[in-house]
């Protein structure tokens, strides 16, 4: 009972801020009591309304504080008699800790729990575990709040350390005599060895997946940067276009009527000097009429004579007697002409406008299913095929022979390889497939201007075409001269993906899942045809008819 009243009377004179025996002690108009420097830190975190911790009655204006000399001189007392704030390990226990089972008053953390008593304790009350003798069998493990669910519900004294696994619950030692007799059970702790290792492989997975979806977030965002950062870019870059177009009609607006003013204005004064001689002649003409009117009025005969035959002769007209005036719409061809531009350019607008694509490329196909949405038929052209190369399979097949086929090459037929391209030209998003002998072959793309002839005229060797070089045990891919080794081997059946907007290339690997052999990123600036090359005699190649 004394202890008791030791631990009511510590709580008594404790701050509840520092959770320690008061210092300078104050109380405020509440009542409640706290160390001076504690309820002062506290009050000018509050900035305008100064309450208890603990009742939290307000107070304006601020209190002033004064030492409560009667604390004071109490706490001093109980410290002189051997009382001293509680230790770190003696804190009290919060919401989320185990709390002592003894602890009267405010409770203390709890440090040890103990299965026998079904108690947890303090490092006060947890004493006479270690001290006496009748519990040095006690067992004791770090805090729980869970005791009773360690306790076996049908021996009630028996902990359960064994687990079955033919029920897959935790036991104690007698279950295993009884309720489960001939069941496989184990130790808890060898039970607890082997789902740690499927723990720890989940964990493995899981933070492997973690790790995963990270990546792809991180692509995620990569791909939406890259997305408004072109957006951005084009959206910048069409509008300089625009403008330049915008720039370039206005200039040709102002050629054409500058050129139209001039040409008015030649005209108008064409047509304003001849009408001044006009005038000038219609005024000489008045004149020389009131003269032959005055003449005309003469009495005397001889006068009248002598007069009409001293004047001058009626000079002759310089303009016919005609003028041929042309129509108002001096200029209608010229307006013709820009109506007619005007709606070519609408045209041309309308076209692009249709065929521009401003949505984004959709992903690549996955499955061979997928690849066979866009399969095309390919046929090889025989005006591009060398003249060793023979044609078979409603020309869809090419094989090489020692024996020339034809007797003179065709502009369009290589001479320097030999190759051969499709007759077909490749836009949009295609698929075929190349049918193999299992020698080198190389399946190939390239633009219809690639040269014939000439070191450069392989495939794989210009900045014209794409070539993967198939050997038996690896492949080569090879663009612009530039190699790229792949470990992989080819089979015998090459799928080859195109989708030409997006400027992706694909070469896979046909069997019963498709395997992606290289890939090709960048922009095709023409239609593409397939191409095929061959080595050596007796090999062969045929683009496949795809369902």
């Not at 089972?101 to 405010?106: A, I, N, P, T, Y």
């Not at 001039?262 to 004064?269: A, F, K």
């Not at 219809?448 to 045990?473: M, T, V």
Request: with cysteine.
């Amino acid at each position: 009972m004394a202890q008791k009243g030791v631990d009511l009377d510590q709580e008594t004179f404790s701050c509840s801020i520092c959770l320690d025996l008061l210092k300078d002690p104050v109380t405020i108009p509440c009542g409640h009591s706290y160390c001076m420097k504690c309820i002062q830190g506290f009050w000018d975190e509050e900035e305008k309304i100064h309450s208890c911790p603990q009742c939290r009655k307000t107070f304006m204006p601020r209190p002033v504080l004064v030492k409560n000399v009667m604390f004071a001189a109490l706490v001093d007392q109980l410290k002189k008699t051997g009382l001293q704030a509680a230790p770190a390990d003696h804190c009290y226990a919060g919401p989320e800790d185990v709390s002592c089972d003894v602890c009267s008053g405010r409770k203390l953390k709890a440090i040890k729990s103990c299965l026998i008593c079904l108690a947890s304790y303090c490092k006060k009350h947890l004493e006479p575990h270690l001290d006496e003798a009748a519990f040095k069998k006690h067992k004791l493990e770090e805090p729980s709040k869970n005791l009773q669910e360690k306790i076996c519900s049908i021996h009630r004294d028996e902990v359960m350390k064994m687990f079955c696994r033919t029920d897959q619950k935790c036991i104690c030692y007698l279950c295993p005599v009884d309720e489960h007799r001939g069941h496989d059970t184990v130790s808890a702790a060898a039970e607890r060895t082997e789902r740690q290792r499927d723990l720890e492989e989940s964990q493995q997975q899981i933070q492997q997946r973690i790790q995963d979806r990270e990546k792809e977030v991180k692509l995620l965002q990569q791909e939406v940067e890259a997305i408004n950062h072109s957006a951005d870019q084009t959206v910048k870059d069409s509008e300089k276009i625009f403008t330049q177009m915008i720039n370039l009609i206005q200039k040709r607006s102002c050629d054409v009527k500058q050129q139209i003013r001039s040409q008015q204005q030649t005209e108008v004064s064409r047509v304003k000097d001849l009408q001044e001689e006009l005038e000038q002649e219609i005024t000489e003409l008045k004149r020389r009429d009131a003269e032959l009117k005055q003449l005309s009025l003469t009495e005397d005969h001889s006068q009248f004579l002598l007069n009409y035959l001293s004047l001058p002769p009626l000079s002759e007209s310089t303009h016919s007697s005609s003028i041929n005036v042309r129509p108002l719409t001096y200029f209608e061809e010229v307006t013709a002409a820009v109506s007619k531009l005007r709606d070519k350019l609408k045209e041309l607008l309308r076209e692009e406008w249709t065929n521009m694509d401003v949505s984004m490329p959709e992903p690549e196909p996955k499955t061979r299913a997928d690849f066979l949405k866009y399969a095309c038929h390919i046929t090889v052209d025989p005006n591009t095929a060398h003249r060793q190369l023979l044609l078979s399979e409603e020309n869809r097949k090419a094989i090489k022979t020692e024996q020339l086929q034809s007797d003179s090459d065709h502009p369009d037929s290589f001479t320097e390889f030999l190759q051969v391209l499709s007759k077909e030209s490749l836009t949009g998003r295609c698929y075929w497939e190349v049918e193999k002998t299992d020698y080198i072959v190389d399946v190939a793309v390239a633009y219809k201007n690639i040269s014939r002839s000439g070191d450069e005229s392989g495939f794989g060797f210009n900045d014209k075409s794409w070539a993967l070089i198939c050997y038996p045990d690896c492949s080569l891919f090879y663009h612009n001269s530039i190699k790229t080794s792949i470990s992989a081997p080819v089979s015998s059946r090459v799928g080859v993906y195109l989708d030409h907007r997006a400027g992706v290339l694909s070469f896979y690997n046909v069997s019963e899942s498709m395997t992606l052999l290289h890939r090709v990123q960048t922009t095709f600036t023409q239609p593409l045809h397939a191409g095929l090359r061959f080595y050596s005699v007796g090999v062969s190649a045929e683009f496949c008819k795809l369902k």
